[in-house]
């Protein structure tokens, strides 16, 4: 053994050439008061093999602060994903808002925008079925103002007093710690099914409104009615909606299971990668504008969160569109620190009296203080307004920007930086609504029809829709372990509609339908077909952005593939290469085509499209290869377009399908237009017609 004076402190067979650097790109490496560090790789002891010695400062800072990473994860919507990128205003709105952000046309805003999942934890996976959260805050000139949505335009629940109790029922059981995010358990559906409030939203979450394919591919909306308020002082209700211009896109629920198993980061990962090819999402921010007297006459209670206002009934008018265009430098500081507040609004708006809304503006600031540690979460930069701030709110932990000069009160006398005075003019003014009434708990009569729009949104959806929706309800159902529960929910159905309850009762295999529930309303049958409320009446009609997954193999043919990927790049879509190795293939004219996966990670659930293009070498290895078998039989199975050339033919006849293909299958071959021909088909997204023949038991 060595003695310890000759040995070397450590060799470059222990990496000493990787972290002994020095020039511009590896700056000296340092503690947190800034003390160089001379080795970063041994804590100090007493002789190579003895204890370590307590007066080591480097080790115990660097440990003591790793021990301190973790802050409290949000207490719903924990696993989310943001970018940068800008709100721009189209025209003036002065009619409609003194909102500052809303007057000039074609001026820029910054936003800071997260998307979310709800109930799962923030390790969970990208596309369970759950609502997902679109939280924007725009850093207008008059201060921040925060849109907290959802991509659902209504909620479980009408009162902020039922959250808590909402969110333990979806979260994991607090004995076992489990399931995870999901809401297919007992606790949620005996929740919901004795909150029959919650069955508008039911109908959002079981269809596939709750597996999008990409936050790219959703609409969000601010769910309550809010204000707009003039220069003169009037006021008009706005629901806001985000409008996707890249159309709507879901999954299907087999393909968002193995999704999750594949690539538990399929969301923000397409976000990432999107912005940064520089294929920049936007959305078309809108409002349904209306006044009392519409609130007045309007079928349901315009405070209520459970109830929308159909587009077909209030248009949506555009304000503006809202680009995103940079991905954050570090996801801690911006990601992870950003704390939106449903209170954050500008001299403009104003709130309204949605009881879940009031109830939103007490939690937020108040969880925030205990997820960012004190009141000065403000002065994290992604927190911070852009925009001049003056006020006299000082110290508290970790205060950074405290006022300066003597003045810390007002009114004061000091001439010389006397510090900021109110503005009436321009400052935020509550919009003055006559209030009057008894002190109250009680839920008023106007929120009482739980059923009707329920049933306008399922009349609403396609038959395929309707389908998914009816096989969310059985698959949740299905893994509720107590059968009362199941029979309570079907309950409700009947009162949708008798047709979905009676899909749900057979799938669940039901002996004989139960009783209608109770209904404090008759539920209605005569509201209005709404397109609005369908994703395949609002698909994209283009293929641009979505991804087409090519197999390739040993002597693939180059002509064909060459003109695959212009295809697909002339229509603005993006093409992976899979193959049977990452290091690639050898093309028919000699040429290496490098792959993006490896077949066995790179399934078809994480393209929209597939094309096979195998050689002819190896042909019948590769069909007996069971990941090629998953590849094309999912791919099927999920409704996608399939592209194939003659070789091709043998896969398709080992994975069962020589005699199923449709006219979503496609032959590719070297004729012209073989290829534009089946990117055009692939702008459907899915070839829906197959659906019932591969469900079908
Ligand atoms: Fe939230 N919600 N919420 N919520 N919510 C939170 O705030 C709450 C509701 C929404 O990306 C929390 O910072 C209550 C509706 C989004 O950081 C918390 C009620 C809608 C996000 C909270 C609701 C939302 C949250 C947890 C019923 C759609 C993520 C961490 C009265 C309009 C924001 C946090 C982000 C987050 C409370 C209902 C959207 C605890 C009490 C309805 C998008 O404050």
């Known amino acids: 053994m060595p003695h310890n004076s000759d040995h070397p402190k450590h060799s470059a067979a222990e990496g000493g050439e990787w972290h002994q650097r020095s020039d511009k790109a590896h700056p000296t490496l340092t503690t947190q008061q800034g003390v160089p560090i001379a080795d970063d790789q041994n804590s100090l002891r007493a002789g190579a093999r003895g204890p370590g010695l307590l007066e080591d400062q480097v080790l115990r800072e660097k440990l003591f602060h790793f021990d301190h990473e973790r802050i409290p994860e949000r207490v719903v919507h924990a696993r989310g994903v943001g970018f940068h990128g800008y709100f721009e205003n189209y025209k003036n709105q002065s009619e409609l808002t003194k909102a500052d952000l809303f007057q000039r046309p074609g001026e820029q805003t910054p936003v800071f925008v997260r998307f979310s999942t709800v109930a799962g934890n923030k390790g969970s996976v990208d596309v369970p079925r759950d609502a997902r959260g679109f939280a924007t805050k725009f850093y207008t000139q008059q201060g921040n103002w925060d849109l907290v949505g959802n991509n659902i335009p209504v909620f479980f629940i009408q009162d902020a007093m039922k959250f808590p109790d909402l969110v333990h029922a979806v979260k994991e059981a607090p004995d076992r710690g489990f399931p995870q995010a999901q809401s297919a358990h007992d606790n949620f559906w005996d929740f919901v099914s004795l909150m029959p409030e919650s069955t508008h939203m039911l109908m959002w979450v079981m269809s596939d409104r709750a597996i999008p394919r990409s936050p790219r591919f959703m609409e969000g909306f601010g769910v309550h009615s809010f204000r707009f308020v003039n220069a003169r002082g009037e006021s008009h209700f706005v629901k806001f909606h985000w409008k996707p211009k890249q159309g709507l896109q879901s999954v299907v629920w087999n393909e968002a299971v193995k999704i999750n198993g594949a690539d538990p980061d399929f969301h923000r990962r397409d976000m990432w990668d999107a912005i940064q090819r520089g294929d920049y999402p936007e959305w078309e921010l809108g409002v349904q504008i209306f006044d009392d007297a519409f609130a007045e006459e309007f079928e349901f209670d315009i405070l209520d969160p459970t109830k929308l206002i159909p587009e077909e009934q209030v248009p949506v008018t555009p304000l503006g569109k809202m680009v995103l265009n940079r991905v954050v430098d570090n996801f801690f500081a911006e990601t992870e620190q950003v704390a939106f507040c449903t209170q954050n609004i500008v001299p403009g708006m104003d709130h309204s009296n949605d009881p879940l809304l009031q109830g939103r503006n007490f939690s937020y600031l108040d969880t925030q203080t205990k997820r960012l540690g004190g009141p000065n979460f403000t002065h994290i930069p992604i927190n911070a307004p852009k925009c001049p701030m003056h006020h006299f709110q000082q110290d508290g932990h970790m205060a950074m920007t405290n006022p300066g000069g003597r003045a810390n009160y007002e009114p004061n006398s000091w001439d010389d930086n006397p510090g900021p005075r109110e503005n009436p003019e321009h400052g935020f003014e509550s919009y003055p609504e006559k209030i009057s009434g008894t002190k109250v708990r009680e839920r008023s009569p106007t929120f009482a029809d739980h059923y009707s729009q329920a049933w306008q949104f399922y009349v609403s959806q396609t038959e395929t829709e309707q389908n998914h929706i009816a096989d969310a309800f059985v698959f949740e159902l299905s893994k509720v372990e107590r059968e009362d529960i199941r029979i309570r929910m079907v309950a409700h159905l009947l009162n949708v509609d008798d047709a979905l309850a009676g899909k749900v009762a057979d799938g669940l295999g039901l002996e004989a339908l139960p009783k209608a529930a109770t209904a404090a309303v008759v539920p209605r049958k005569d509201l209005p077909v709404s ?5 395949l009446k609002n698909g994209p009609s283009s293929f641009a952005g979505r991804k087409l997954g090519v197999f390739v193999s040993e002597g693939t043919d180059a002509k064909i593939f060459d003109a695959l990927k212009a295809a ?41 499209a597939v094309a096979l293009l195998p050689g002819d070498k190896d042909i019948q290895k590769l069909a007996s290869h069971s990941p090629v078998r998953d590849f094309i039989c999912d791919a099927f199975a999920h409704c996608k377009f399939i592209g ?29 237009d073989s290829c534009s021909r089946f990117i055009e088909r692939c702008r459907d997204l899915r070839y829906w017609p197959r659906e019932d023949a591969v469900n079908k038991v």
Do not use: M, Q
């Open 531 to 535: 397109d609005a409320l369908s994703i």
């Open 568 to 608: 697909a790049e002339h229509e603005g879509a993006v093409l992976a290469v899979i193959a049977p190795a990452i290091g690639g293939v050898t093309d028919s004219s000699g040429r290496k085509i490098s792959a993006n996966e490896k077949i066995d990670g790179g399934p078809s659930v994480l393209f929209d």
């Open 644 to 672: 194939y050339n003659t070789a091709a033919e043998t896969l398709l006849k080992s994975a069962g399908l020589a005699d199923s293909k449709d006219d979503g299958c496609l032959k590719i071959d070297s004729k012209e």
